[in-house]
Nanobody
Framework: QVQLVESGGGLVQPGGSLRLSCAGSGVFLSRGVMGWYRQAPGKQRELVATITTGGTTNYADSVKGRFTISRDNARNTVSLQMNSLKPEDTAVYYC?????????WGQGTQVTVSS
């Protein structure tokens, strides 16, 4: 059974940092394109960042220069380092794996940026 489990969310002040992690169970995160998505209340889920098996990364314009996605194949994890957080980054963040057009999702982790 494929499972993706996110962790690392929480409450942080504007300008602060958080690191999200996604651990794979029953699935090798080294295979496929890994990504982080987010969904704010009343909004559609949107792409935050992706990383290919070769390490090529892609970011939403709104997070470029602030967020960094990385993968650790030995630990079967994918991480999202988030710096200079803004209130508009508040959302539930989801880990995603896409392999040959098939998507797997985690349950999400809440990130709240507020003073």
């Amino acid at each position: 059974q494929v499972q993706l489990v996110e962790s690392g969310g929480g409450l942080v002040q504007p300008g602060g940092s958080l690191r999200l992690s996604c651990a794979g169970s029953g699935v090798f995160l080294s295979r496929g394109v890994m990504g982080w998505y987010r969904q704010a209340p009343g909004k559609q889920r949107e792409l935050v960042a992706t990383i290919t098996t070769g390490g090529t990364t892609n970011y939403a314009d709104s997070v470029k220069g602030r967020f960094t996605i990385s993968r650790d194949n030995a630990r079967n994890t994918v991480s999202l380092q988030m710096n200079s957080l803004k209130p508009e980054d508040t959302a539930v963040y989801y880990c995603n794996r896409n392999l040959w057009g098939s998507d797997s999702w985690g349950q999400g982790t809440q990130v709240t940026v507020s003073s």
